[in-house]
C-alpha cells in the first residue's frame, strides 16, 4: 500500500513541475500571418535583435484560417527593456526580385517585477 501512494506522489510532484516548467519559460513571440503563397521565407530586422531569415511555418494555433495557419513567427524573450521596434518582410526564395516591403511593428518591454525583500525566519 506504501508504494502505491508513493508512486502516486511521485505521479503527482513530476505533474506539478512539468506543468511549472512549461509556463515558466514560455516565451512571448512576434506573429505575423503569411497570406502570400509564394512566400516561403521571413526575414526579420530591428536596432534591438540580430537580423535573421526563418521559414514560415504553419501553426494551428497562432495562425489565421483566413491565411491558410501560415506564420512568421520571433522569440522576443531576449528583447531589451523599454521599447522595441522590429521589421518583418516576406521572401520568395525562388524569385530574384528580392524581399517585400518591410512591415514595422512596436512592442514594449516591461521591467520585471522587484525582488521580493525582508526575508526572514519567523517561529
Known amino acids: ?19 511549472l516548467v512549461t509556463s515558466a519559460y514560455a516565451a512571448p513571440f512576434v506573429v505575423g500571418d ?25 501553426d494551428a494555433v497562432r495562425g489565421s484560417a483566413a491565411c491558410a495557419n501560415r506564420i512568421c513567427i520571433r522569440d522576443v524573450s531576449a ?19 528580392g524581399d517585400s516591403v518591410a512591415v514595422p511593428f512596436s512592442y514594449v518591454r516591461t521591467a520585471p517585477p522587484a525582488a521580493p525583500g525582508a526575508m526572514r525566519v519567523v517561529p
Do not use: E
Request: proline share 2%; net charge negative.
Open 1 to 19: 500500500m506504501r508504494t502505491i501512494w508513493l508512486g502516486i506522489i511521485c505521479l503527482l510532484v513530476m505533474l506539478a513541475t512539468t506543468v
Open 34 to 58: 503569411v497570406c502570400a503563397a509564394a512566400c516561403d521565407r521571413c526575414v526579420w530586422d530591428g536596432a534591438d535583435l540580430t537580423p535573421s531569415v526563418s521559414n514560415v511555418v504553419v
Open 79 to 97: 528583447a531589451i527593456v523599454g521599447a522595441n521596434n522590429i521589421t518583418l518582410a516576406c521572401r520568395d526564395s525562388t524569385s530574384v526580385w
